[in-house]
T-cell receptor, first 113, second 112 residues
Framework: AQSVAQPEDQVNVAEGNPLTVKCTYS??????LFWYVQYPNRGLQFLLK??????LVKGSYGFEAEFNKSQTSFHLKKPSALVSDSALYFC???????????FGTGTRLKVLA | DSGVTQTPKHLITATGQRVTLRCSPR?????VYWYQQSLDQGLQFLIQ???????AKGNILERFSAQQFPDLHSELNLSSLELGDSALYFC???????????FGPGTRLTVL
């Protein structure tokens, strides 16, 4: 069955420290993988995507993500967290066969000053 | 501002009623997506249209329907509303093959 898992409801990190938000997926065909961020009372904003090519993808606001095919993971990372990064982060995947989009349940990132 | 507009911003209605949510995609985007976001269900993909044709269907109830018009705007129709339909409804648009979606600000539906 198609699914996206974000195993952590919340991640707390100190400002300046590296952060990782985890995502694993299960879909058919070659997946398109995305990360989005949602600030309070706002729609989602695109951060980055992986379709093909280099496994390390760089995106907006200094974020990057690493695609790992064998582990079916697409973890979001940032070398140095900012307080302004505090938000809700969603991993999403487009099924390669059905074109359906599946979103994870979201991980709330809290960066502490 | 993503360039995607949604109307209305807020909608309050009663059970059993029917409502229509409207979405205008970014200029040039041919794909429109509809999502439902609720506290207990997270973000649920409902349906996608590409240039007027249905392209993918997610967890959309039979009471819900959508369409995309020749000018590419889209409408999501929700009928026989139930209390559980109260949620934030997002529209997004994209231009293949990039497929990153640009989300509108959402319509908050409250069913009383």
């Amino acid at each position: 069955a198609q699914s996206v898992a974000q195993p952590e409801d919340q991640v707390n990190v100190a400002e300046g420290n590296p952060l990782t938000v985890k995502c694993t997926y299960s879909v058919s065909g070659n997946p398109y993988l995305f990360w989005y961020v949602q600030y309070p009372n706002r729609g989602l904003q695109f951060l980055l995507k992986y379709i093909t090519g280099d496994n390390l993808v760089k995106g907006s606001y200094g974020f990057e993500a690493e695609f790992n095919k064998s582990q079916t993971s697409f973890h979001l990372k940032k070398p140095s967290a900012l307080v302004s990064d505090s938000a809700l982060y969603f991993c999403a995947v487009r099924d390669g066969r059905t074109y359906k989009y599946i979103f994870g349940t979201g991980t709330r990132l809290k960066v502490l000053a | 501002d993503s360039g995607v507009t949604q109307t209305p911003k807020h909608l309050i209605t009663a059970t059993g009623q029917r409502v229509t949510l409207r979405c205008s995609p970014r200029s040039g985007d041919l794909s429109v997506y509809w999502y439902q976001q609720s506290l207990d269900q997270g973000l649920q993909f409902l349906i996608q249209y590409y240039n007027g044709e249905e392209r993918a269907k997610g967890n959309i109830l039979e009471r819900f329907s959508a369409q995309q018009f020749p000018d590419l705007h889209s409408e999501l129709n929700l009928s026989s509303l139930e209390l559980g339909d109260s949620a934030l409804y997002f529209c997004a648009s994209s231009e293949p093959p990039a497929d990153e979606q640009f989300f509108g600000p959402g319509t908050r539906l409250t069913v009383l």
